[in-house]
């Protein structure tokens, strides 16, 4: 049957509006909008027939859900009044009704299930382009700034407005910081115990007060006025090591945001103000949300300075011949006697890429060590009774130990961290 015979079956069937007319034949013809081009098969069927021309006031199938996209577009608009967005996608809830409406027309017409376009489809790119015209935001068909979902069943916009990102290296300035909040063990994070304030985080639900995260998030949400905000980190340090030099990668995701064009340059400022020493953070920049699976999942080598504290006196000459030992060395680590409450007992296998360090004098000594990512630098030290080998202390015949741990370096292993692609262009 040719397109005009369909048309003709198809408003045999009942009123349909010009869009649910066009819609059948999608494919079929192009540069047209649904409703042009039902109103042009209406025309030329009218002219065919010798008919005077008759616009339909209603519509069995979509029930003129189709005529409301205008009206859709501005709610949709109104939803996000006050919130800065780039880009956008719409989402449709087409009722069972309307939905069942669709297939029975196109099997009257003889047409197959899916010739031409569906409702929900029509009403995605039709509101789209009007929330464009009034927002002055584009389309965005992966992972949008805002997610519009149309319910046609009540007429409401659900919107959903997804995080924001800001990437950055942080150092930490101070011993006894830990990354992240860390809950009380005693109440877990609770604050109370048995009805009263806990005693070990005197009601804080707090192990620590501080943490890099509470010393840095705080101000790119409020930067951004977003609802909330959660720190993501490659990696971390133990909580009384400090972390220096070129810093180790984050990303603050903020949950709702208004605003998202910040000046990064004043919010660094603003963060290294609010942190008053203690926390330091440098190169921020807007980032994708797939930055935060790239920092948490990133193969980091490490470069570690150690004080390190011997029991009997050693010379230079053995401290020198242990590390050479070390360096290039493959080492096996049982899982370390400190951290076995809380990760599986297993044997892992670590390089150390260098080894260096000078005597302070004869019991003490200051030891830097590039590692792979997960090698554990205090037990490499100590030998952790034995579950490291080789070892600083196995290699010396002396029992030797951390005082005092620094991260100086973070880095890729296998390519630059920085990549433009995970960046927002502003």
């Given at each position: ?32 909008a ?148 860390w ?12 009805g009263?304030?806990?005693g070990g985080?005197?009601?804080s ?6 943490s ?27 909580v ?22 910040i ?31 790239r ?49 599986a ?82």
């Open positions: 049957m040719t397109v005009c015979e369909d048309a003709a079956a198809a408003l045999a069937t009942g009123p349909l509006c010009d869009s649910c007319l066009g819609r059948l034949f999608a494919e079929r013809s192009f540069g047209l649904n409703a042009e081009r039902g109103h042009a098969l209406r025309v030329s069927l009218a002219l065919e027939e010798d008919e005077p021309f008759e616009a339909s006031e209603d519509c069995w199938v979509c029930e003129l859900e189709s005529e409301r996209v205008d009206w859709w577009a501005e709610q949709a608009a109104t939803a996000v009044r006050g919130y800065d967005f780039n880009t956008y996608q719409v989402g449709t809830k087409v009722p069972p009704l309307l939905e069942e409406n669709d297939a029975l027309l196109r099997e009257d017409v003889g047409l197959s299930p899916d010739a031409g376009e569906a409702l929900k489809t029509e009403l995605n790119r039709e509101v789209g382009k009007r929330i464009g015209d009034l927002t002055g935001a584009e389309v965005e068909f992966g992972r949008p700034d805002v997610q519009f979902t149309l319910d046609l069943a009540t007429d409401e916009v659900d919107v959903n407005v997804n995080s924001a990102f800001v990437y950055g290296r942080y150092r930490k300035l101070e011993r006894d910081i830990p990354q992240t909040k809950p009380c063990n005693d109440c877990n994070g609770t604050g109370r115990l048995q009263q304030p806990c985080c005197d009601g639900g707090y192990r620590y007060d501080e890099v995260e509470q010393l840095s998030a705080p101000v790119v949400v409020d930067a951004m006025d977003g609802e909330a905000g959660t720190f993501h980190g490659a990696g971390r340090e133990d009384d090591a400090l972390m220096l030099e070129s810093g180790r990668p984050f990303v603050i995701e903020v949950d709702e945001p208004r605003v998202r064009d000046d990064v340059e004043q919010v660094q400022k603003d963060s290294n103000d609010f942190a008053d020493g203690k926390v330091e953070v440098e190169g921020l920049r807007l980032a994708t949300h797939e930055m935060v699976e920092v948490k999942e990133l193969d980091a080598s490490k470069t570690y300075r150690m004080d390190v504290e011997f029991v009997e006196p050693i010379t230079d000459d053995a401290l020198q011949a242990a590390l050479e030992e070390l360096e290039g060395a493959t080492i096996h680590q049982e899982t370390p006697q400190r951290v076995s409450h809380r990760r007992d297993l044997t892992r296998t670590r390089d150390v890429y260098a080894a260096s360090g000078e005597l302070v004098d004869e019991t003490h000594a200051e030891i830097r060590i590039h590692g792979a990512g997960g090698l554990y630098v205090k037990e490499l030290i100590s030998s952790d009774a034995g579950r490291t080998e080789p070892s600083l202390t196995g290699l010396l015949g002396v029992e030797s130990v951390v005082t005092a741990l620094d991260v100086v370096d973070v880095q890729g292993e296998s390519e630059p961290f920085a990549v433009d692609e995970y960046f927002r262009d502003v």
